[in-house]
């Protein structure tokens, strides 16, 4: 696929993605070029491959010999919350945090320019806010200037609502002025989002029942507005908007409209609404495409952060 890179490609970069490889493909557009890159999904490893000309990693990184891994200008990545304890700064030996303290060792080790990391709204109360404060110092004990900010994808060119802080990190011997983007003056809507698209095939979207869980809120939105967030689970996808106005029958429960069909969106749907590129090839079957899709950091978001990172570091030559 060819790739439209507004600026040359003159930074290297290192990423832990996630999904299919938004934030790195992002970055990619605005002047990084991706050198390594690791995933423990095959399916999103094949799906990165079709784009990126890196060297892409299948396996668990904490199964990966570190000085194998080559230096970069920058490292990208994000890493599961869930592990963190509620009760203090970090509870380090659950196996779940073991993505994150592979990231921030992987940093320490290759001491990149600057470092970009992702991760969901609730790491910024979680703990009461002590877990974030744990990972700021966590990080700038290895050297660097940390900043970070809750952004939503909406503001930045992304037709959805998808909330997310982004963590950055310059090192400390650099001067740095970065700053995280601007919002943009006006929303993408999704009929100018996928309005052109043909109705997708049966195959092409998730045919499940709809459970209880998925009947307890309203999962569609009209054309001139944004989408809900893509999830990563094909049988939580929100609704077409060509689907009937869905009607509050009491807390919690919800019921479809009968006057038109009522439908997902397909996986290419979902992948636009990402701000992937329309022509980019997904591998797996159509729950993994789903996964891939909604794991992922939207296109356009990642490059407007790159945009200002490429920027900053380009003040220091």
């Given at each position: 696929m060819n790739?439209?890179?507004k600026n040359p490609q003159k930074y290297t970069a290192v990423s832990l993605f996630s999904g299919a490889g938004g934030?790195?493909?992002?970055?990619?557009?605005?002047?990084?070029k991706t050198i390594w890159a690791n995933d423990?999904?095959?399916?999103?490893?094949?799906?990165?491959?079709?784009?990126?000309?890196?060297?892409?990693?299948?396996?668990?990184?904490?199964?990966?010999?570190?000085?194998?891994?080559?230096?970069?200008?920058?490292?990208?990545?994000?890493?599961?919350?869930?592990?963190?304890?509620?009760?203090?700064?970090?509870?380090?030996?659950?196996?779940?945090?073991?993505?994150?303290?592979?990231?921030?060792?992987?940093?320490?080790?290759?001491?990149?320019?600057?470092f970009v990391?992702?991760?969901?709204?609730?790491?910024?109360?979680?703990?009461?806010?002590?877990?974030?404060?744990?990972?700021v110092n966590d990080f700038s004990s290895k050297g660097y200037n940390v900043d970070f900010k809750l952004l939503n994808a909406a503001d930045y060119s992304v037709p959805q609502d998808r909330y997310r802080v982004l963590i950055v990190g310059i090192r400390k011997d650099l001067p740095s002025n970065f700053k995280f983007p601007e919002k943009s003056k006006e929303k993408i809507s999704l009929k100018n989002a996928i309005g052109h698209l043909?109705?997708?095939?049966?195959?092409?979207?998730?045919?499940?029942?709809f459970s209880s869980?998925?009947?307890?809120?309203?999962?569609?939105r009209n054309w001139s507005e944004v989408s809900y967030t893509i999830p990563a689970m094909a049988k939580q996808v929100t609704l077409h908007p060509s689907s009937p106005i869905m009607k509050k029958l009491d807390k919690d429960l919800w019921e479809f409209g009968n006057d038109s069909e009522t439908r997902r969106f397909s996986w290419r749907e979902a992948a636009l609404i990402q701000t992937f590129p329309e022509e980019l090839e997904f591998y797996g079957n159509v729950v993994s495409k789903y996964k891939q899709i909604g794991n992922a950091v939207p296109v356009n978001l990642a490059r407007k952060v790159a945009k200002g990172l490429y920027n900053s570091l380009e003040s220091l030559e």
């Open positions: 790739l439209n890179i934030m790195d493909l992002g970055f990619e557009l605005e002047g990084f423990i999904d095959n399916d999103s490893c094949k799906t990165h491959k079709s784009w990126s000309n890196s060297k892409v990693i299948v396996g668990d990184i904490n199964q990966i010999d570190y000085s194998t891994i080559p230096d970069s200008d920058l490292i990208l990545g994000g890493f599961p919350c869930q592990g963190f304890s509620l009760a203090g700064p970090r509870k380090i030996d659950d196996s779940r945090n073991r993505l994150y303290r592979s990231f921030v060792e992987l940093v320490e080790k290759k001491k990149p320019k600057a990391a992702e991760n969901v709204k609730g790491i910024l109360t979680l703990g009461n806010g002590q877990i974030l404060k744990a990972i043909s109705a997708p095939e049966d195959d092409d979207i998730c045919m499940a029942p869980r998925y009947m307890s809120r309203n999962r569609r």
